[in-house]
């Protein structure tokens, strides 16, 4: 049995458990319902990456194919903008074609961050976005909030000051990085302070000086 034949097995099983007659849990779900389950899946894939357990990462990701196939299955029930698997992969496809004029056009690009530059411009004219927070999901975990920031600052050529109480040599490896974070870590529990509400805040101070910026520069 070949590839495109379980895939369509896999969606054949999805409908039955969804269906009448079916599994009353898989009924009774809601994309709400299931948005706990997709993050659970997702950090577990990425442990079994992170442990190069080939086993669990085969299982973990159709944990995570599986979540996607359910909310697409959910998605064929709605009355009013109902869409199917076929429609998600469809729009995937269309989007890398578009995404990689380098390999499917006549655009060219040598690098990796060349390629990075023309899909971020290709996105943001496709999205009709003018401000570097557009798009970005803000209820993400703090730190890689403040990390996704940062990076959309500089492709829009922000320049947004950042204090460096603690100074990083350009030197230092992630292992030693990870230590000054972990330390830090420590320090704020032992004093009481909440470091993923502290960096929130944070961000949210970021998130303004980035939209002032954008104003001045109007």
């Not at 992170?50 to 086993?55: A, G, I, L, S």
């Amino acid at each position: 049995m070949n590839s495109s034949s379980e895939l369509i097995r896999l969606r054949e099983v999805m409908d039955r458990l969804r269906s009448p007659g079916g599994c009353p849990w898989d009924a009774e779900q809601t994309h709400e319902s299931l948005l706990k389950y997709l993050l659970e899946e997702s950090y577990e894939y990425i442990e079994a990456v992170e442990e190069n357990d080939r086993t669990a990462m085969r299982e973990e990701l159709g944990d995570v194919l599986l979540q996607v196939y359910f909310h697409a299955r959910m998605a064929e029930e709605d009355a009013s903008e109902p869409f199917s698997i076929d429609d998600v992969a469809r729009g995937v496809a269309d989007k890398l074609i578009r995404r990689h004029p380098h390999v499917f056009g006549d655009a060219v690009a040598h690098t990796s961050a060349e390629v990075l530059e023309n899909w971020e411009a290709i996105k943001a004219a496709e999205k009709g976005r003018t401000s570097a927070t557009e798009g970005i999901p803000l209820g993400q975990p703090a730190l890689a909030l403040a990390s996704k920031l940062m990076y959309r600052a500089e492709k829009y050529g922000l320049t947004i000051p950042v204090a460096h109480p603690v100074e990083i040599s350009t030197n230092s490896s992630e292992a030693q990085l990870g230590a000054i974070l972990l330390g830090i870590i420590d320090q704020a529990q032992r004093q009481g302070l909440d470091v993923e509400s502290a960096l929130r805040g944070a961000t949210k101070q970021y998130i303004q000086a980035i939209r002032n910026s954008e104003a001045a520069s109007s």
